[in-house]
């Protein structure tokens, strides 16, 4: 055999010389009959491209080196730079130099395009009919988990030049040089053991030397089969969390649409992001893995057994394997919905900790705490029975499945293996050895212990890579549960994007998210509605609560206005329509067209701090580079904070760059304040503000609102408070009708308002009279009610003689006590 290998490869060797040897002499030959024409515009070529090649990498070497520098003096800062195309460079650390990092944003027509793939499915099964909701349908192996995968797909891999498609390509030529590694250490495994049951020394240390090779090799093989795995769910997860965030965190207000005008996701919006899209891309990773390998090992190995053991063996694997699919598919529990009812209840135990966390505050002044406690007990109940009952039905499902998988497939590759044995004509290559063999019996019995050494090899392959296929059935379920979950998201996300809401089941209802007719205009010079129903709208699929039939107004530029009335009567609600968080269902609402600087700015009824320094406070929701870029520094900051009477925070709290939870560190009045240095600083054409002086002194309220005019900020305030009159020029007055829907715009200073404010003095002049007359009124009706309840020692006192003509109880007294008080204190007021 040895003598058989040298003259092989001698043989080789000569062809390959011999094939030298023709094209070297047919370059020669070709050469020579090259005219010199063409010699010199070869040579010349050859230049002309030595020298571009050169330049070309001068040119790329110097850029590389400018961008490392300008790398090296951003990353100080984690600044990141904003390009022409919307996407942000970032520079991060990485060795001893930077790295370059270019976050490119989704485009809108990536969205439009994307939309008829997640709000105009298929009528197929699964997916409803197109008049419910995503959320509504149910997870399972169908062909709706198949439109939903796609779909996921398009975005995960946008094109087949991306880095994603990339990395699949790795993956993929790694798992079938897996395949064949799997090939040569069968036939390696049948070899040694010949050699071993031979007693032939020299080729059965040759073939352990051979088999430490390979295993090196192959150890390598499957660590990166794990490595590209890992990189492609990281990949996948990027592509998706980056979709997802430029579809959520938008200028549509997306963010605040999804939970409060959509009932898609609900209140879990985080868990979607979160947890179950980590989950969907995890498990699609793995898929390609799980049943792109085994299928190609299914094919490969099939053959070779085919090979080896013939067509009987063949037709007996292959109605093994159909016959075990339908039997697991048939016995599988819904893997799919019982995971997206696990994600689901995941999600409730979640927001009921964050829920916790949020109010701990409230909860702690209330002693709430064994209530809260059993909220959490029942829900995580909820969830223990939930996933005990999964583990149950997986108990019984991975009995069924080994013993089958393992044990029957293992008994049946047997009998296949010996088919060559004890029935060669049905062997294959090995049956014909079989009949073909002159050779004594011990050559026989070592050709034997070969073929089964590697068929079994083959079988166990074989084996794993068909219980993997199997396996994948469950695989597939769960990634069925995690794709409803993601696809959900995304189709709601879509749907609030589109304001493509879903009509009601009766489809006549007023106020319907479906059919909204009002018109919004941007990049009008002032505020103006034109009537415009305030409208609370409701999740799907109930309608909206009409607060307001009609509502018309107009503010220009230097016309402050001020919007009073009793709580519930919509004061908020028009700021939310104003800034776009609540639909138009009727008429025009007309506003500036940017929200922030030279536009309109909004100051909520709740301050927000965001997570940062004390700069980021100031300036949110700019950022520092923003800031620089306004050509703005700290001392404008200073300036800011001191027409806000908050000069004292940087030397208080430690710098601009000092970190702090700033919703527990400043007080509710400085919160507020930090909201109209936000304002100052942005210096908007016209301002919002809802309630944002309720918990500022009297006198820092009107400085803070003298400013604002005096940089030339139009305001708009929603308050209850009388004393903002006077920094106003008009006021909505809301709630005046029996119902609460009637409202009222007047100037403020007019005469009716002046006699109105004279009438009202009057009234209490008139109150003011009769003070001394209360005042007496009430020590008589202390001294009868001492009388009553007094306790002598012995003889108790007699009744006051009223009591025996008229009888007044002494909650009659005591009410009318009260109401004493009540007019003394007014009247002195």
Partial sequence: MAA?????????????????????????????????????????????????????SKRWWKRRRAEKEQGRKLVRTNSWLLNKDGSRTIYVPYKDSTSKVVIRRTKALTFEAHRRLFLNPPKVSGLGDGTV?????????????????????????????????????????????????????????????????????????????????????ASYTNSMIKFLESKVSIAFRTRLTRYIHDLYLNDNLNYYKLSNLDGGVGQGADQFITQDLTLFCASAANLYSSLGKPFVDICVFNYQLYQSLGPLALTGLLSNYFLTASILRKLSPPFGKLKAVEGRKEGDFRALHARLIANAEEVAFYGGAEMEKSFLNREFKSLKTWMEGIYMLKIRYNILEDFILKYSWSAYGYLLSSLPVFLPAWGGLGGAGEMAETAEKGHRERNRMKDFITNKRLMLSLADAGGRMMYSIKDLSELAGYTSRVYTLISTLHRTHANAYFPRPTGNELYSLSDIQGTIQKGFDGVRLENVPVVAPSLWPQGGEELIESLGLIVRRGEHLLISGPNGVGKTAISRILAGLWPVYRGLVSRPKSIG???????????????????????????????????????????VLDAARLGYLPDREGGWDTRKEWKDVLSGGEKQRVGFARLLYHEPQYAIIDEGTSAVSSDVEGLLYETCKERGITLITISTRASLKKYHTFNLVLGMGGNGDEWEFERIGTEREKMQVERELQELRERLAQVEQWKSRREEIEKELAQVWTESGEDPLSPPPYTVEETQPESALSEELVKVDDEVKSGSE
């Fill in 4 to 56: 058989q290998s040298t003259l092989r490869h001698s043989a080789s060797e000569e062809i390959i010389i011999a094939f030298v040897d023709k094209y070297q002499k047919l370059f020669q030959d070709r050469l020579r009959k090259s005219s010199r024409r063409t010699k010199i515009l070869a040579t010349i070529a050859l230049a002309t491209t030595l020298i571009f090649a050169a330049e070309g």
């Fill in 133 to 217: 909701p995503s959320a509504q349908t149910k997870p399972g192996l169908n062909l709706a988990f198949l439109h939903q995968f796609l779909s996921l797909m398009s975005i995960m891999i946008p094109r087949w030049t991306s880095k994603e498609a990339g990395l699949l390509v790795s993956h993929g030529v790694f798992l079938m040089l897996r395949t064949y590694l799997s090939l040569v250490v069968a036939r390696l495994d049948g070899e040694i053991v010949r050699d071993l049951v031979a007693g032939n020394g020299k080729l059965f240390l040759w073939g352990i030397v051979k088999w430490c090779g390979l295993g090196g090799f």
């Fill in 597 to 639: 600087e030279d536009g309109i700015m909004f100051l909520p009824q709740r301050p927000y701090l965001s997570i940062g320094t004390l700069r980021d406070q100031v300036i949110y929701p700019d950022g520092e580079l923003d800031m620089r870029l306004k050509r703005k520094s700290e001392d404008d900051l200073k300036s």
